[in-house]
């Protein structure tokens, strides 16, 4: 359970911590080795530079986790001023005027204290009330956790339930953070590959083939991030059925929930059985458009929540106050706008894929999200789709993310974002045009 619902015990733990940041930091570092710290030299067995890199060297956790591929990439387009980004995953809207007007308010009110570890428990309750369109049931009170971003809520997911030398199942391409974050948690990730001939929805066949059936737990991301695929019904009950014969847990992210165009977001939590073994991840950052506001949430049976508050309690404390009133404000009074950014989405994604088509280039329909993973194998210098990125964006300025960058299943592809203005799609598409030509 989480600790005192009013703040209060977080606010004397952090005054511990500053009290005890107040001594000098060679006290610590003298006592640790009884060697007084000096400001330069060698200690013996212990070479380091003026800038401590011997002292700070990275764990063997961390060092074996490249940067961020996509980061990496858009740091060249940066530094120019004719780019077209098609590359991250930030919507182009402003947050709704409502949830703006109760952040707003909120500081007026002088509303700048910790909130309960799980988070205020009208947004919790509104939060239930939500999430029952996709015929989730979830208690506010013990079975939801309010967190900073739904990065933060798959972190603490990886580090409740990951054991050293566990196997998660991640079904690739996908998101970037999940591989990092199971080898943080100490865990083994392993790619389950999807396939662009099945429009990229995960099957029993392919996590067969991989080995999950020996995993201890699988990630699922759908509306998938990079490639926009939905499952549907029949599909989402097969995956479903192996996680019960196999007796695995689930952590699912479904950030991207509210932005499905053709038919309904399919939950596994829903299915027979799957309750009990999945945690539900959701978040403000995409549908509302709230990316800098750091919100979301984590849903599922009270064991798992507790676990995910303790890490959160020790790490986060809280999420963010002010952004708690602007979610609030945004599921009440945010339906509207919401929705109207979703069709906004749906227009420019049906765009983006019938020019891509037009082009020559094959691409799945992307059934959620705001991406499209066309193949460029055909057009692309030797099939290197990393190689047709870096020459699309020097030579026509229009920067898109390689396919590897979501890991190995991504060869051949690069990511396309319509998140951002149908004006610059046209742009983009028409350079891509001049680029092929």
């Known amino acids: 359970m989480s600790g005192n619902e009013n703040g209060s015990d977080e606010r004397a733990r952090s005054g511990d911590r500053a009290g005890d940041d107040d001594r000098p930091a060679t006290e610590d570092r003298a006592g640790d080795d009884d060697r007084p710290a000096t400001d330069g030299g060698t200690a013996e067995g212990s070479p380091r530079t003026e800038d401590g890199s011997a002292r700070f060297a990275p764990a063997d956790r961390v060092e074996s986790v490249p940067p961020s591929g996509i980061r990496e990439f858009f740091e060249v387009a940066e530094n120019r001023d004719d780019v077209i980004s098609l590359g991250v995953g930030e919507p182009d809207f402003t947050a709704p005027w409502p949830a703006r007007s109760a952040a707003i308010d909120s500081l007026e009110r002088g509303r700048t204290s910790y909130t309960a570890n799980r988070g205020m428990f009208d947004l919790r309750k509104a939060i239930a009330g939500r999430v029952t369109r996709y015929g989730q049931s979830y208690d506010p009170d013990s079975e939801i956790l309010v967190t900073t971003g739904a990065s933060e809520a798959v972190d603490l997911a990886f580090r409740a339930f990951v054991n050293p030398g566990d196997t998660v199942a991640l079904p690739t391409p996908t998101y970037v953070s999940y591989e990092p974050g199971v080898r943080f948690a100490g865990g083994e990730p392993l790619p389950v590959h999807t396939r662009h001939e099945d429009d990229w929805a995960l099957t029993p066949g392919a996590l067969r083939e991989a080995g999950a059936d020996e995993a201890d737990v699988l990630v699922l991301c759908y509306p998938n991030n990079p490639t926009g695929a939905t499952m549907d019904a029949a599909e989402m009950d097969a995956v479903a059925e192996f996680c ?109 894929v019938s020019r891509l088509r037009e082009l020559g280039i094959e691409v799945s329909e992307p059934g959620g999200a705001f991406y499209a993973f066309p193949r460029v194998t055909e057009v692309a210098p030797d099939g290197d789709a990393r190689a047709f990125a870096t020459e699309l964006l020097e030579a026509e300025g229009v920067a898109a993310v390689p396919g590897t960058a979501f890991g190995a299943g991504g060869e051949g592809h690069i990511r396309i974002s319509y998140a951002t203005g149908l004006d610059d799609l046209k742009e983009a598409m028409a350079r891509l045009e001049r680029f092929l030509s």
Not at 268 to 273: D, Q, Y
Not at 291 to 318: C, F, N, W
Not at 324 to 329: F, N, T, V, Y
Not at 332 to 350: A, H, I, L
């Open 244 to 352: 019960r014969e196999h007796d695995l847990l689930v952590v699912a992210d479904e950030i991207y929930a509210a932005l499905t165009y053709e038919g309904d977001h399919q939950s596994v939590a829903t299915r027979p059985g799957m309750r009990d073994r999945t945690v539900v991840i959701n978040g403000f950052s995409k549908a509302y458009a709230m990316t800098g506001l750091r919100l979301g949430y984590a849903m599922g049976p009270e064991a798992a929540i507790d676990a995910m508050t303790k890490v959160h309690q020790y790490s986060m404390l809280s999420a963010p106050t002010t952004a708690q009133h602007a979610a609030l404000a945004a599921i009440e009074r945010c339906d509207d706008e919401v929705e109207r950014m979703r069709r906004e989405y749906d227009r420019r994604r049906r765009y983006v």
